[in-house]
């Protein structure tokens, strides 16, 4: 792909005596493009996240990151390249929300007022106001708002590419459509190269101007989602079906 950003070779990986994660995986992922990975758990998508901010190394193939191979980038020098969102944010519970936002900032040795000026940008880029915020402590903060910290503390130094596993799984179905939006909202404004990883489809359909599906560690389907609404690959209506499933029961709880 002409203009990517991010690319698998024929990748494959497996861990020692242990079966393969990956099969000969390839893709590849536009600068600014969101593409959405689902798939059941021990899919593979996961592995895939690590293998692009080099904790793991393929067993043959090539990671490619901004026209460089893995094995060929200082691992802390990608890994500034990359903001990592997890479902388990992971805040400091020992440091405020400000301070967890400019973690990397001062790794990075930034003055104390780039970071306190980048953290408020952050802040209210996210939806968190600096002065109602900065001075709270992760265990004030709801589950979306923590989220909203961990989304803001990945683009802290601007990186070009931003990974996100399961980000929004363990909040409430009202929550995860409200960050949701608010993911859109900011991705207009910062256009990142984004990798989401998600096992729901909906999600996928949501975020995803791309969506992946894989299955046994090989990409079954990969195109915008109403293509892949579409798709009548037997792997992918079977997701597509279990987001019909969730539908179907709320309406008759109705």
């Known amino acids: ?7 698998f070779r024929d990748v494959s990986f497996a861990r020692p005596s242990r079966p393969r994660v ?6 590849a992922v536009g600068a600014g493009e969101v593409l959405a990975l689902v798939g059941r758990s021990g899919a593979g998508k996961s592995t895939l996240l690590k293998l692009v901010n080099r904790l793991l190394l393929p067993v043959s193939g090539a990671v490619i990151v901004e026209d460089r191979d893995t094995r060929d980038w200082d691992p802390i020098r990608l890994r500034r390249r990359i903001g990592y969102v997890l479902q388990e944010v992971g805040l400091f519970p020992h440091m405020t929300v400000a301070s967890n936002v400019g ?24 939806g968190l106001p600096t002065a109602q915020f900065a001075t709270a402590w992760p265990d004030e903060l709801s589950g979306g708002q923590r989220q909203r910290v961990g989304v803001a503390r990945a683009l802290a130094v601007d990186p070009p590419v931003l990974l996100m596993d399961e980000p929004f799984g363990a909040l409430d179905p009202l929550t995860r459509a409200e960050l ?4 859109r909202r900011i991705q207009s404004r910062v256009r990142k190269t984004v990798i989401i990883v998600t096992h729901d489809m909906g ?6 101007d791309r969506v992946g599906v894989i299955e046994d560690g090989t990409l079954v389907a990969c195109d915008r989602p109403m293509v892949v609404a579409a798709s009548r690959d037997m792997r992918v209506r079977r997701l597509l079906d279990a987001v019909r499933l969730d539908r179907d029961a709320l309406q008759r709880a109705d």
């Open 1 to 7: 792909m002409p203009g990517a950003a991010i690319e």
């Open 22 to 27: 990956l099969d000969h995986f390839s893709l």
């Open 103 to 126: 973690v990397v900032p001062r790794l990075e040795h930034w003055a104390e007022d780039r970071v306190a000026a980048r953290t408020m940008e952050l802040l209210d880029l996210v």
């Open 180 to 183: 949701h939006a608010e993911f």
């Open 203 to 208: 999600e996928a359909f949501a975020l995803g």
